[in-house]
C-alpha cells in the first residue's frame, strides 16, 4: 500500500497523558498537512509542512500541541496535556506541490 | 473569510436513483477550486471531482457530476444510478493557497445513505 500511513488508529487516554500520533505519507510527496475533524463536522486544518519546514499553524493548534517532520519524510503530531476537548479524528494528508490531496485513514483520539 | 455551507445532514436515496447534494460557499476571490470528497466509514477521506472556477464547464467524473453556479457561489454534487457503495459522508470543499500551503476549507459534510 503506497498511500498516506497513519498511527495508531485509535488512542484512548486519561487527561492530562501526552499522546503522539505518526502520519508517513506518500513518498515523493514535499507537503504534508494535518487536519482534525470532531464528530459531525467537516475537517479543520492544523498545519503545514514543506518538506522539513513547518509554514503554517492554525489558531486551533494551542502550546500543548507540537508538530515536526524531521528530514522531511514523515511526520508526528504530539499532544500535551490532554483536555477531553482535544477528543477527534487527526487526518494527515500529502500533496506533490499543489497537487491533489491524498488522506489517510486517520487517527481517532478519545481522552477520558 | 471564506465558508462552506452544507445544509443537508443526511440524505438517502434508492439504489439506481439520481441524488443532488447541495452546497454554498462565499468568498471574494475570482480564481479558487473547489471539490467533493467522499468519506466511507472508517475509511480515508478521498476525491470524487474538482472544480475550476475559471472553467464554465461543469467537471463530470463518470456518474459524478458538478452543477457549478459562480455568481449564486453553489456547487451541487449530482450522483446518478446510485449505488451501495456509493454511501458515505461527503464533504464539499473550498481551496485556499496561502504561502504554497493549500488549505481546504470543507462543510460540515452530508450523510448518505444509499436504499436497496
Known amino acids: 500500500d503506497t498511500g498516506v500511513s497513519q498511527n495508531p488508529r485509535h488512542k484512548i487516554t486519561k487527561r492530562g497523558q501526552n499522546v503522539t500520533f505518526r502520519c508517513d505519507p506518500i513518498?515523493?510527496?514535499?507537503?504534508l498537512y494535518w487536519y482534525r475533524q470532531t464528530l459531525g463536522q467537516g475537517p479543520e486544518f492544523l498545519t503545514y509542512f514543506q518538506n522539513e519546514a513547518q509554514l503554517e499553524k492554525s489558531r486551533l493548534l494551542s502550546d500543548r500541541f507540537s508538530a515536526e517532520r524531521p528530514k522531511g519524510s514523515f511526520s508526528t503530531l504530539e499532544i500535551q496535556r490532554t483536555e477531553q476537548g482535544d477528543s477527534a479524528m487527526y487526518l494527515c494528508?500529502?500533496?506533490?506541490?499543489?497537487?491533489?490531496?491524498?488522506f489517510g485513514e486517520g487517527s481517532r483520539l478519545t481522552v477520558l | 473569510a471564506q465558508t462552506v455551507t452544507q445544509s443537508q445532514p443526511e440524505m438517502s436515496v434508492q439504489e439506481a436513483e439520481t441524488v443532488t447534494l447541495s452546497c454554498t460557499y462565499d468568498?471574494?476571490?475570482?480564481?479558487?477550486?473547489l471539490f467533493w470528497y467522499k468519506q466511507p466509514p472508517s475509511r480515508q477521506m478521498i476525491l470524487v471531482i474538482r472544480q475550476e472556477a475559471y472553467k464554465q464547464q461543469n467537471a463530470t467524473e463518470n456518474r459524478f457530476s458538478v452543477n457549478f453556479q459562480k455568481a449564486a457561489k453553489s456547487f451541487s454534487l449530482k450522483i446518478s444510478d446510485s449505488q451501495l457503495g456509493d454511501a458515505a459522508m461527503y464533504f464539499c470543499a473550498y481551496r485556499l493557497i496561502i504561502q504554497g500551503a493549500q488549505k481546504l476549507v470543507f462543510g460540515q459534510g452530508t450523510r448518505l445513505t444509499i436504499n436497496p
Open positions: 513518498s515523493e510527496h514535499n507537503r
Open positions: 468568498t471574494s476571490e475570482s480564481d479558487y477550486y
Open positions: 494528508a500529502s500533496s506533490y506541490y499543489t497537487g491533489e490531496l491524498f
